[in-house]
């Protein structure tokens, strides 16, 4: 058996392995054990503790002075797995790798593998494991405990698998090519009372409905239609009963945008509709409204790296230079703010293949066909980039 076909089935026990016991963000332990053995089995110096439970591993070879940054990020999602007959199916109740972070990790050691056995690259390859990416916490703390600092790279590479995108196709882009993500929390505040009496009440639901319907005016009529923006309302928890009016009604949702003047102007918007809308109903309302994920911004001459690297692996008629910007969120844009770099988009399958089944869906399972190809793609963007 050669070393290529030993790593593809090794990927995939690293990956089913990893699936099994997925945790959530900040709490990577098991994760972060298990990878930490892996690259020492490798005989990479393995440094744990960034950002909490991340790690960083180090490869160099030869004289040269470049230095690499590969990243994987660790982190499941606190979902329960819709996955009747999957045996490496989750087995912490409530915790599932939906996003494909497991499949992202075994191909990072798997690029790994690649470059300690082949070591066919002159300079410093830093393979670094975040956690937290969900929900946009993880680079921050990393970089805050002197991530790139200690370790420092001239250039971060990631890749996230992508359904419906055909399976191994790659895709990527100059410039933006994730959007930010800001968090809002809009708390209505009425008088409650019976639900037979509504003249004794001043009715929250009925100004949170107003308010949810006005939300979508704000991309439509205030944003310029050159300018992507999106206005998610995806919450809506009131304190009342069945034949009661309730006091107090919570609408909690999201927005996406690629700009501070477009985030400025939603924030402001927001809040201004919401105060109109409850004082014309004689209610209050309070609006509390974070950033939480920056855009990703590609490096133009780190995506013409990447470009070379993917069409080397895949072949040019696999991959897209110039795909359309996504509204999705990544943690890997908090890095781009202080490294160049480049972010790819792998395809885990087309819409009507089992790879294909959406991000964040109970039934979602990374697509094991592609860990070969991320693996190769991330030891070679790593040569392409020390070739430089």
Not at 251 to 269: F, H, K, N
């Amino acid at each position: 058996m050669d070393a290529d076909t030993d790593l593809d089935g090794q990927m995939v026990r690293w990956r089913h392995t990893l699936h099994r016991f997925p945790e959530t963000g900040f709490r990577e332990h098991r994760t972060a054990d298990f990878l930490a053995q892996a690259l020492a089995l490798m005989g990479l110096e393995v440094h744990r503790g960034l950002g909490g439970t991340g790690l960083v591993a180090s490869l160099r070879v030869g004289d040269g002075p470049g230095v690499v940054g590969l990243r994987a990020d660790m982190d499941a999602l606190a979902m329960t797995e819709a996955a009747e007959g999957r045996a490496h199916a989750s087995r912490n109740p409530g915790c599932m790798h939906g996003c494909g972070h497991d499949g992202h990790m075994a191909m990072l050691l798997g690029a790994a593998r690649i470059l300690t056995h082949r070591r066919d690259v002159d300079g410093t390859v830093r393979f670094i494991f975040q956690p937290a990416e969900e929900h946009g916490r993880g680079a921050k703390a990393m970089m805050q405990d002197g991530l790139f600092e200690r370790f420092p790279v001239d250039a971060l590479y990631g890749v996230h698998n992508i359904p419906g995108l055909p399976a191994g196709h790659i895709a990527t882009r100059s410039g933006g090519i994730m959007a930010s993500e800001d968090n809002f929390v809009i708390t209505v505040r009425g008088r409650g009372g019976h639900a037979a009496r509504p003249q004794m009440a001043v009715d929250p639901l009925v100004v949170a409905a107003e308010i949810i319907l006005a939300l979508q005016t704000i991309v439509a009529r205030s944003v310029d239609p050159s300018d992507p923006a999106v206005v998610s309302c995806t919450e809506i928890h009131g304190d009342g009963i069945r034949n009661a009016i309730p006091g107090t009604v919570v609408i909690r949702g999201d927005t996406r945008s690629y700009t501070p003047a477009v985030q400025t102007l939603l924030e402001q918007r927001m809040r201004t509709i919401c105060q109109g809308i409850a004082l014309a109903h004689g209610a209050q309302c309070e609006v509390a409204y974070t950033q939480e994920f920056v855009p990703t911004v590609n490096d133009p001459r780190c995506t013409a790296v990447a470009l070379r690297a993917a069409q080397a692996v895949v072949g040019p008629q696999q991959v897209d230079g110039n795909v359309a910007p996504m509204m999705i969120s990544e943690d890997f844009g908090a890095f781009l703010q202080a490294v160049p770099g480049n972010f790819v988009f792998l395809g885990n399958g087309a819409t009507d293949t089992p790879g294909g089944v959406p991000l964040h869906n109970a039934g979602y399972d990374f697509n094991d066909a592609i860990l070969p190809v991320g693996a190769r793609y991330l030891a070679e963007v790593a040569r392409q980039q020390l070739a430089g």
